[in-house]
């Protein structure tokens, strides 16, 4: 599960802080626990994570990410499903993330992000975008 929480042209990104990926930035989220809606568990780690209160408006990507190990096993297999979200307080990093921080799309190239995070920002920009347009008409 992740959350891409937008703010204008700005995107709220965690910093791991535990493995995998440890000290890597991705956007908020996490893993279902078992007998967890899939939006019960975004709300939950989004707050674990950040200390925002988020709520779903939309799945922006499912894609799946294999993690390999030197000797090229499947170490970590996840299917994600990402939502764009809205989301009320103050950022805090919590839980797992070593910080957490509003990045400007602009500024999104000099992050060391996980595999398929600058994509799936786009489309959650893209969608965000298309959702104001469809608003105002």
Excluded: N
């Amino acid at each position: 599960m992740g959350a891409l929480i937008i703010d204008r042209d700005r995107i709220l990104l965690v910093q791991r802080g535990k493995q995998p990926l440890k000290g890597w930035w991705s956007v908020p989220g996490g893993a279902v626990e078992t007998g967890e809606h899939l939006t019960e568990a975004l709300r939950r780690e989004v707050l674990e994570e950040t200390g925002l209160a988020a709520e779903p408006l939309s799945v922006v990507e499912i894609f799946e990410r294999i993690l390999r190990d030197k000797e090229g096993k499947a170490e970590y297999h996840y299917v994600l499903i990402d939502y764009l979200c809205k989301a009320k307080g103050e950022p805090k990093p919590g839980d797992d993330a070593a910080a957490v921080e509003w990045v400007k799309r602009k500024d999104l190239g000099g992050r060391k992000v996980t595999e398929g995070t600058l994509q799936v920002i786009e489309l959650a920009f893209a969608k965000k975008e298309a959702l104001r347009q469809k608003k105002k008409s």
